[in-house]
């Protein structure tokens, strides 16, 4: 023998071990390690040395055989009729060569193609005889299946009873049992919670389900059936393919609004660009095109190969997962501080585009990965979805060159402190206005309405400012010139002046709005407001630790932890000082006794609409009194404020006989 027919049969030998490990995590366990398209690349390499060296061609070889042997927990049905696989291709050129081999066969210039989606999940057989569901059982190895009949008759939309006329006195359908994607959603949602293991995805779930002993397993999950073929029958069917879909609809069996006939080649390409287009929108998974000769008298004249029919073939799509490895893992600083996990990797073809990047999101999802950096890697891409690494293949896990993916302590930016707080899943920059990947958010909140309320410092021209690195930070702002500003594209020497002229004037303002255009995390402008009642001063708010903050009403444990990091960085206090310097003040806030608080530890709640005063300047009054302010009516409420038109919370407080003031009765108790 040559070296190189050893080389090949000793390649052929791997091949066939790899296939068969995959076959078996496939079809056996319902849980595959690879994606189908690794699984695909194999099996065409495999196929291509046996062509190549068709003396090393075994009969047992993965490329003769179909599916999975049956499982011996279940009772063994033959097929009175093999369930065979379908040929694939991957690209137009072979989908032409096997039009071509049709067109020869058939002596036709045009000839009629049914084709179908192709439905992502598990072939099933169905028997009815006299148009009662007698049997069901799955495509096994291809002779022998499963018998799945008690699971097959808990599928929602599957007749045990056929209706109509002329039903044949027994009907083997052959069709794809699968899952519905929202439902395998659910469902995996419901394992996770239940701490057991997902699906890899809705086909495995779907086998995985139909494959169940106990029935009323089966039952709860959400399957489905769609029939795309008959096999056995005894009693009349037309003699074309999609006519007989359509008959065996008509008898209430459920069939795909997909499928269609066409003529010629055109037609095919047409339909597979429409579905291809639709296929991130149907409900259900389909990985292809199957394409059939409809003339059944011409698909029985060009007969089978050992493990396909020679007058079909699938088009697949271009895979949604391929494998690659993870080179490495960056951190990247969003807009709001948040700190993403990406992983770097190894360039890789998938769903139609090269793929270099993946989102990790945060450390939940690096832990339910479990993944490592140097690990090999499933990368999803499904529509315009942006790639998400969708497990780590354990298997081929190489301990020597994997580690740990650690999450820097400071910011890759800005170099401040990173937290995360507990409950929460995402890891942030206490930077905040420092960190320049956050600048310019923080510089448009700091300028906003409720915030210093700038007025003509809008988003746009905040971008245009930091661009042109004119700021950094807000405390910059107050030291632009009009001459500066006037520099800028589209910015005349009046809007110039006119914007150093409302800085001037933003200046003043209140510890409250101060408070709040700092941009600290979940301190909004009611928190805000109570922080600067509760503390007074911006000194005591610098001084506060966790437990005196929670003591203010509505902080909780995580404002309260936010406030503390925010106000532990060297950066953030410089830029507070700086603004301080640049001449930002405020009324110093009374220090009333409590006797000056009448309505002290009172929650009020406000609803409708008033016209002597606003409703926020209402709770403003109200809480100087010493007053809560809540937003919904519960039993601790204490007086309900009702304006105009209040609705609900009226009908709310009067059930639960709580005091009500109108307008006039809240004006008066604040005397006005
Ligand atoms: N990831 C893995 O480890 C792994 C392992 C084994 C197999 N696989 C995947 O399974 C494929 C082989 O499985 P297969 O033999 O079931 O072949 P297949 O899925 O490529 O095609 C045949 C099957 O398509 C289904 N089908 C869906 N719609 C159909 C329609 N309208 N008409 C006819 N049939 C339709 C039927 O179940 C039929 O049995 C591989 O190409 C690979 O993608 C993956
Ligand atoms: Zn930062």
Known sequence: MSSKIQVAE???????????????????????????????????????????????????????????????????????????????????????????????????????????????????????????????????????????????????????????????????????????????????????????????????????????????????????????SVGIFEGELPNSQYDRIQQLKQWGLPVSSEVKRVIGEQGCHEFYDNIAEKRAALAYEIDGVVYKVDDIGLQQKMGFVARAPRWATAYKFPAEEAVTVVDNVEFQVGRTGAITPVAKLK??????????????????????????????????????VIPQVARVVMEQRDTEKTRAIVFPETCPVCDSDVERIEGEAVTRCTGGLYCEAQRKQAIKHFASRKALDIDGLGDKLVDLLVDHKMIKDPAQLFSLTVQQLASLPRMGETSAKKLVNSLQISKKTTLARFLYSLGIREVGEATAANLAQHFKTLEAIKEAGIESFKSVSDVGEIVAKHLYYFLRQDHNLEVITQ?????????????????????????????????????????????????????????????LVAGEAAGSKLTKATELGIEILDEQAVLALLGK
């Open 347 to 384: 360039p890789v073809f998938v769903g139609g585009v090269t793929v270099s990047n993946a989102t990790l999101h945060n450390k939940d999802e690096i832990e339910r990965l479990g993944i490592l950096i140097g690990d090999v890697v499933v990368v999803r891409r499904a529509g315009d």
């Open 579 to 639: 603004l301080v310097d640049a001449g930002i003040h405020w009324p110093a806030i009374e220090v009333k006794d409590e006797s000056d608080l009448p309505l002290l530890d009172k929650t009020f709640v406000i609803t409708g609409s008033f016209t002597a005063m606003s409703r926020n300047d209402i709770k403003a009054a109200l809480q100087a009194l010493g007053a809560k302010v809540a937003g919904s009516v519960s039993k601790k409420t204490n007086t």
């Open 10 to 228: 000793q390649k052929i030998k791997e091949l066939s071990t790899l296939l068969e490990e995959y076959n078996y995590q496939y079809y056996v366990q319902d849980a595959p390690s690879v994606p189908d398209a690794e699984y695909d690349r194999v099996f065409h390499e495999l196929k291509q040395l046996e062509t190549d060296y068709p003396n090393l061609l075994s009969a047992n070889s993965p490329t003769q055989k179909v599916g999975g042997a049956a499982l011996s927990k279940f009772e063994q049905v033959t097929h009175e009729l093999p369930m065979l696989s379908l040929d694939n291709v991957f690209d137009s050129d072979s989908l032409n060569d096997f039009m071509q081999r049709v067109m020869d066969k058939s002596n036709l210039a045009e000839t009629a193609f049914c084709i179908e989606p192709k439905l992502d999940g598990l072939a099933a057989s169905i028997i009815y005889e006299n148009g009662v569901l007698v049997q069901a059982a799955t495509r096994g190895d291809g002779l022998t299946g499963e018998n799945v009949t008690e699971n097959v008759k808990t599928i929602g939309n599957l007749p045990l009873k056929l209706r109509g006329e002329n039903i044949p006195t027994r009907l083997e359908v052959r069709g794809e049992v699968f899952m519905l994607k929202a439902g395998f959603e659910k469902l995996n949602k419901k394992l996770i919670d239940a701490g057991e293991k997902p699906f890899v995805n809705p086909r495995n779930a779907a086998a995985g389900s139909l494959r169940q002993l106990d029935s009323k397993i089966a039952a709860i999950r959400p399957l489905a059936f769609y029939c795309y």
